[in-house]
């Protein structure tokens, strides 16, 4: 079973330009999260997907972050434009419809994340 | 509102050590996750265990072993006999009702010398 992918692996650019992310969840997840995670702390939520409706974007900065799941599927980060202390890793998970049953249905699986580098 | 607490920022072993990686939580739901997870040099969080508010047997799986106490909402990790390769920040993670996304702690860097 294919696992989440993401692309692009690294992206650097310059502040107050714009850069866009993406991630294919595993297949048949109805779940897709995307996380932010800063040098030296753990990840923390941006935005969570149940199929291609939001469920969570409170910390969503959304005068500058974007996100969509267009058909319930791939997702795409947008930051627009992007400041200094955007540097981070983005990572996107997928789970089960948590609606199921079991706690397996819970369990999140994270792709390679995206580094990105402002400068 | 959920809290995770990793006080240890860094621990340093040399090889064949135990080590006890530390995690306390906070959340008002009676219901919830707690997961433990790897994140190696590579970048890549790899999961290591899921454990429900329901079940407090401590669980062993070969080197790892895990000890969940709700009296003081704790769910320690520990590594026996450490080798090189489990250097790596170990993440500990809260999921309240199972619904909702991870709250991390800020994670643990181990580092294990040969």
């Known amino acids: 079973e294919a696992g989440v992918a993401q692309s692009p692996r690294y992206k650097i650019i310059e502040k107050r330009q714009s850069v866009a992310f993406w991630c294919n969840p595993i297949?048949?997840?109805?779940?897709l999260y995307w996380y932010q995670q800063i040098l030296g702390q753990g990840p923390k939520l941006l935005i969570q997907f149940q199929n291609n409706g939001v469920v969570d974007d409170s910390q969503l900065p959304k005068d500058r972050f974007s996100a969509e799941r267009l058909k319930g599927v791939d997702s795409t980060l947008k930051i627009q434009p992007a400041k200094l202390e955007d540097s981070a890793v983005y990572l996107c998970?997928?789970?089960?419809?948590?609606?199921?049953?079991?706690?397996?249905?819970?369990?999140?699986?994270f792709g390679p994340g995206t580094r990105l580098t402002v400068t | 509102a959920q809290k995770v607490t990793q006080a240890q920022t860094e621990i340093s072993v040399v090889e064949k050590e135990d080590v006890t990686l530390d995690c306390v939580y906070e959340?008002?739901?009676?219901?919830?996750?707690l997961f433990w997870y790897k994140q190696p040099p590579s970048g890549e969080l790899v999961f290591l265990i899921r454990r429900n508010s329901f079940d407090e047997q401590n669980e062993i799986s070969g080197r790892y072993s895990w000890n969940f106490q709700k009296s003081t909402s704790s769910f320690n990790f520990t590594i026996t006999a450490s080798q090189v390769v489990d250097s790596a920040v170990y993440f500990c993670a809260l999921n309240p009702t199972g619904r909702r996304a991870l709250t991390f702690g800020s994670g643990t860097r181990l580092q294990v010398q040969p």
């Open positions: 297949s048949g997840h109805a779940t």
């Open positions: 959340t008002r739901d009676t219901t919830y996750y």
């Open positions: 998970a997928s789970s089960l419809d948590p609606h199921g049953a079991g706690g397996d249905a819970y369990e999140q699986y």
